[in-house]
């Protein structure tokens, strides 16, 4: 079984898109949307072009989505782990709800917040957006041992698959393989690109699929997302440094964990 797991896709339609057609060679069993599917510049577009992938495609919940149904339901974002969301934040989440429809709505609703399937002769194999105790909770390259072992000390699967922190990485816990898949739409990493995993029988690789990053300008600034430039400067044709984006998340947990 060959599994693709995209994750923190953020409604970046180009980048998804350059994943896609690499998978038409990778021809996956399954291709698993680890949460974070609309929050971004096109939220609508992106949603309905994964539902395009019909069966083969299965679905976890992520932060972001939760946000964006309160939103659209006129409800207040409450953070545990994360720091309340900016007045920009809360205009870009408001826009983005109010391009979604109430069926895309229903579905992000209703997405599970885990998945467990078992990969033959990898293991058993849980998915979670962040950690297996909350969708928000932040864990980087640089999280201490012990800090780890309190928040994964109960999993009895042989592997977690997470993203939310947008870091394409891989911890050790005791049996326990961690692999963080990084991010197709906003991706912290050496160079600008989608970045995803790739699973099955043989191991687990880490992929990075470039695409054009001029041409994803013009599609994401035409879409009328407040805060489209910005996206288009700090995810597209730049991304955050590794170390850069991990010191910044430790400051976060530090500040907002427990």
């Known amino acids: 079984m060959k599994i693709a797991a995209l994750y923190d896709i953020h409604g970046n339609l180009p980048a998804l898109n350059a994943v896609l057609v690499e998978l038409e060679e990778v021809q996956p069993d399954l291709i698993l949307i680890g949460g974070d599917i609309v929050f971004g510049p096109l939220p609508r577009q992106t949603l309905e072009r994964v539902l395009q992938l019909g069966e083969r495609v299965r679905f976890i ?69 962040a950690t297996v105790r909350s969708d928000e909770e932040i864990f980087t390259p640089l999280t201490s041992d012990e800090r780890l072992n309190a928040i994964f000390s109960q999993v009895k699967q042989d592997f977690v698959v997470c993203g939310h922190t947008h870091i394409q990485f891989e911890r050790t816990i005791g049996n326990l393989r961690i692999l963080n898949a990084g991010s197709v739409g906003m991706p912290a990493a050496a160079q600008p690109g989608a970045y995803w995993l790739l699973l099955s029988s043989e191991g687990y690789e880490f992929r990075h699929t470039p695409y054009d990053g001029e041409a994803a300008a013009q599609v994401i600034r035409a879409a009328g997302n407040p805060l489209a430039e910005e996206f288009v400067k700090n995810n597209v044709l730049s991304v955050p440094t590794i170390k850069a984006m991990s010191e910044n998340l430790e400051r976060l947990a530090n500040k907002y964990g427990i």
Request: hydrophobic letters at 35%.
């Open 61 to 129: 919940h992520g932060n972001g989505d939760c946000e964006i149904v309160a939103t659209f339901d006129g409800q207040p974002l409450n953070r545990r782990y994360l720091p309340p969301i900016s007045e920009k934040g809360q205009q870009e989440a408001q826009w983005v709800a109010g391009q979604l429809t109430h069926a895309q709505r229903n579905f992000l609703a209703s997405l599970p917040d885990q998945l467990v399937l078992e990969i033959t002769d990898l293991g058993n194999t849980l998915f979670c957006h």
